[in-house]
């Protein structure tokens, strides 16, 4: 039986198009919005996780899960955006 091997995605700088932990709250979201737009809800949330899990800084966790939170409730209902495969 073979042994089970981790992959571990892999994180590249500058996808999330300037966001920083640094940035105020209503930029960092702005910046967020243009990018679903850009490049489709999912890949940004996918992004937003891997920059969360890769981490050990807790502000940057903490402001990370709170814009994956808003992009969730701010686009999920909207069916062009988020598409929901059963």
């Known amino acids: 039986m073979a042994a089970y091997?981790?992959?571990w995605a892999h994180f590249e700088g500058g996808k999330l198009g300037g966001w920083?932990?640094?940035?105020?709250?209503?930029?960092r979201?702005?910046?967020l919005e243009?990018?679903?737009?850009?490049?489709?809800?999912?890949?940004?949330i996918r992004r937003l996780l891997q920059l969360r899990n890769v981490t050990k800084d807790k502000e940057t966790v903490?402001?990370?899960?709170?814009?994956m939170a808003y992009l969730r409730k701010k686009f999920r209902a909207?069916?062009?955006?988020?598409?929901r495969v059963c």
């Open 34 to 44: 243009k990018m679903v737009k850009k490049d489709e809800y999912a890949t940004v």
């Open 78 to 83: 909207v069916p062009s955006v988020h598409k």
């Open 29 to 31: 979201r702005t910046l």
């Open 5 to 7: 091997i981790r992959k």
């Open 20 to 27: 920083s932990k640094k940035l105020p709250q209503a930029k």
């Open 62 to 67: 903490t402001k990370a899960t709170s814009d």
